[in-house]
């Protein structure tokens, strides 16, 4: 099974499946930054910032227990559904750089994800492929190998002028890291 992670999806699938990314922080945000102004605003040692303080730890925990919850479950299906799991080694580091998507890549959370996938792919005895992160996943044809170079960040589905396939960008993206993942395994013979 190849897996492609993005903020949209929180998973896609090779079987076409998509699997939409709870956004957990995002949802509690406005309350959070309720509870933040009632800490600041509260005098420095006194029972209730601690008590502001309180509160605000309680909702990071609540998002950090929603999100380890579903990152758990998504993980134990894939992990007992598939004997292989192809995923693209990702630079979240460098990602969260990024201003404007760091947020979103952090409420994703995809590190802990993959994490979670490659622990419990070991206790079960299955396999988790990675392929490298600079792989053109996205920009090449799953059916017939045409490389698009034209494509861009916002184009989010596509026609191969090859063979005139419609590729949606996360799915074609899933099927070609199973191929590379597949390829990359039969080069070296495990």
Not at 13 to 39: A, C, D, H
Not at 94 to 105: E, P, R, S
Not at 175 to 183: E, G, P, V
């Amino acid at each position: 099974m190849g897996v492609d992670v993005g903020i949209k999806d929180f998973a896609i699938l090779s079987n076409g499946e998509k699997i939409e990314n709870p956004r957990y922080l995002k949802q509690s945000i406005l309350r959070m930054k309720v509870l933040q102004k009632r800490l600041s605003r509260k005098q420095k040692g006194s029972n209730n910032r601690n008590k502001a303080k309180n509160a605000v730890a309680k909702i990071h925990e609540k998002i950090h227990n929603q999100r380890s919850d579903f990152q758990h479950k998504l993980s134990f299906r894939l992990v007992c559904e598939n004997q292989a799991i192809a995923l693209e080694t990702l630079n979240v580091e460098g990602m969260l750089k990024n201003h404007k998507l760091a947020q979103h890549i952090a409420d994703a959370s995809w590190s802990s994800f993959v994490t979670q996938l490659e622990y419990k792919a070991q206790k079960q005895g299955k396999i988790i492929l990675q392929i490298g992160q600079f792989e053109p996943s996205t920009k090449i044809c799953s059916e017939c190998g045409y490389y698009n170079r034209d494509l861009t960040l916002s184009d989010r589905d596509w026609i191969c002028p090859d063979c005139g396939i419609h590729h949606d960008r996360d799915i074609n993206a899933a099927i070609n890291i199973r191929k590379f993942a597949l390829d990359r395994q039969n080069l070296i013979g495990i």
